[in-house]
């Protein structure tokens, strides 16, 4: 049995391997038939649950209580067993040494290498890539500084007061996320930083509206540099820019960063101005690298160097920590535990700040993108299920919109709630009356309402038996559901940068559990194709074979498209 779960990274052909069939994978089968008959209020019956089934590291200030799972020691066990079977250990010393685990890229895997605070190198491909990363975080705190203190000028000799990034994907939504995540702490230095995403003109256009040329620094933020979105952004900026100050003012108010110099400097931005990263850092784990630029930007280099630290702190302790004390091994296989037995179909992100609104926005990319696939590491078609659909929006708003249905709906929605014990903000009673529902909801999703409780409180609320039959049913809370709670002490640059590499390892471990290759993604390529293909087509240029729907959508499109309008850039 154990040859099969040999350590692959090539992606070789090993025919016939199928994980459900280990008896690492039955074990679980047959201890889920246990667990599915256990509730919630029988596990806590157990006083020292939260002692046996919680991290709490004082260090960088965490807790993670995940005693409200449907878990007991045992299940811990298998599921630990699992993992160490699956040799999640051995394959993060693979990525964080640099070996070439994207294999279907073969790319090595090194956005940790980012955020390394030691003085160890780093080898790739024998040579230490530190110097290199170092080099351009230098380049970034200096132009981040010039530009935060007035020394990077704009053409006609003017400050610059408002930076666009134009970026989608891996290149907008981590540090869009980390903006709004760390805008508390903006000073009289900050920039405004926009955000410019979708190729639908409305994105750019109002962004436009609402800076002036002499004032504003265009990022043009691209891995490939030939991104549809952005160059298409980028274009209609650089038309826009140059309608105004002329065509050298492009020197001063565009930078570039990437890895594809070649297109940066055919784009016109000068390689001076190009924030270089490489191959070995995925888009969606680029946050850490010159994609974090607007960050340096916004909080000051500093403070970005803080996030890097946090990302580090918990680099360490996903690469040290034993699976049982493992923050990100544990988050990782209670969703494996939901997702491949409880047969969960999504599962949901709360932050309880306002702050993170984009958080769960970030990690759908990170999460999705990364563990969305059916094909093994042999190459062969799974027959379990990977991935999770991950949604969620920030506490409370998400509580007067979607919670009804993870409370009392037919689907079983295992979530996450995060917390901050001292936001940076002090507002009134604000935070204490956001974190009585922080701790509110994971209790009532855990312990219901039984019937003979809501009975006994509608009977001493003098409602006639008539009513209380009719009520009774509706107001029963069945409970059960499963929840982790993230305590963080502070919402600061460190913390949050913890917080996301412990998704970034929680992610990359389920890529291990479920024999995926978390770091290509295909799947986005054959919509970007057939949209090349449709695009002239919309302006009569080409005629192609289309199924009937597709044609029909089309020709109305065509039919009723007003032509000769003024454009409003
Ligand atoms: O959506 C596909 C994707 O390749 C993402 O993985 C990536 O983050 C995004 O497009 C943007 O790519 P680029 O940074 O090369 O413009």
């Known amino acids: 049995m154990n040859n099969v779960w040999q350590i692959k990274t090539k992606g070789e052909f090993m025919a016939k391997f199928n994980l459900t069939k280990t008896s690492q994978w039955q074990n679980l089968e047959k201890h889920f038939e246990v667990m599915k008959e256990v509730h919630l209020r029988d596990l806590f019956k157990n006083e020292n649950r939260f002692d046996e089934f919680s991290i709490c590291d004082n260090n960088i200030g965490i807790t993670f209580d995940y005693s409200k799972n449907i878990i007991n020691s045992e299940t811990l066990r298998f599921l630990l067993d699992f993992a ?13 040494s640099g070996e070439k685990i994207n294999w279907t890229e073969k790319r090595a895997v090194l956005h940790t290498a980012l955020r390394n605070r030691s003085s160890k190198p ?64 903006a000073d009289s230095s900050t920039p405004a930083v926009h955000f410019v995403s979708n190729i639908d003109g409305a994105d750019i256009l109002e962004v436009l509206k609402k800076i002036n040329p002499e004032n504003s620094l265009f990022i043009v933020a691209s891995k490939t540099f030939t991104t549809l979105e952005t160059i298409t952004n980028a274009l209609t900026a650089r038309k826009w820019l140059v309608a105004k100050l002329g065509e050298k003012a492009v020197a001063n108010h565009f930078v570039a960063l990437s890895t594809n110099a070649k297109k940066v400097v055919e784009f016109g931005i000068d390689e001076n101005n190009m924030f270089e990263f490489w191959d070995f850092v995925g888009g969606r784990y680029s946050l850490w690298s010159a994609i974090g630029l607007p960050i340096a930007c916004f909080i000051g280099f500093d403070k970005f160097e803080e996030l890097l630290e946090g990302a580090y702190y918990m680099d360490k302790h996903f690469l040290e920590a034993p699976f049982e004390k493992n923050i990100p091994v544990i988050a990782a296989v209670l969703g494996f535990w939901y997702n491949n037995f409880f047969k969960a179909e999504s599962y949901t992100i709360l932050p309880y700040s306002q702050y993170l609104h984009r958080f769960t926005a970030y990690l759908q990319q990170c999460d999705m993108e990364s563990n969305g696939k059916t094909i093994n590491f042999e190459n062969e078609k799974i027959n379990y299920s990977t991935g999770s659909i991950l949604w969620g929006e920030p506490g409370t708003n998400g509580q007067h919109s979607f919670y009804q249905l993870i409370h009392q709906g037919s689907k079983f929605i295992p979530c996450d709630f995060i917390g901050f014990v001292n936001p940076p903000e002090n507002v009134g ?70 917080l996301i590499a412990l998704y970034e390892h929680k992610i990359f471990t389920q890529g291990i559990l479920w024999r995926v290759n978390s770091f290509d993604q295909w799947g986005v390529q054959l919509g970007k194709v057939l949209a090349n293909v449709i695009l002239p087509e919309l302006s009569k240029k080409a005629q192609n074979p289309h199924d009937c729907s597709t044609k029909n959508l089309i020709k109305i499109f065509i039919d009723k498209k007003k032509t000769n309008l003024q454009e409003n850039i």
Request: net charge neutral; glycine share 8%.
């Open 84 to 96: 160490k079977e699956a040799k999640v250990h051995q394959y993060s010393e693979k990525m964080f």
């Open 429 to 498: 009673d604000h935070h204490e009356k956001l974190m009585a529902n922080f701790f509110a909801q994971p209790e009532a999703l855990a312990f219901g309402l039984t019937k003979d409780e809501v009975y006994d409180e509608l009977t001493k609320s003098g409602l006639s038996f008539a009513d209380i039959e009719l009520l009774t049913p509706h107001k029963v809370f069945e409970g059960n559901k499963p929840t982790n709670s993230i305590l963080i002490d502070n919402l600061t640059p460190k913390t949050l940068g913890a």
């Open 122 to 185: 780093v080898l790739f491909d024998g040579k230490d890539i530190m110097p290199s990363i170092n080099a351009v975080l230098e380049k970034m705190k200096k132009f981040s500084r010039d530009l935060r203190e007035g020394k990077w000028l704009g053409a006609t000799g003017k400050k610059i007061t408002d930076v666009v990034n134009i970026g989608i994907g891996g290149s907008d939504l981590g540090p869009r996320m980390v903006c709004e995540a760390l805008k508390f702490y």
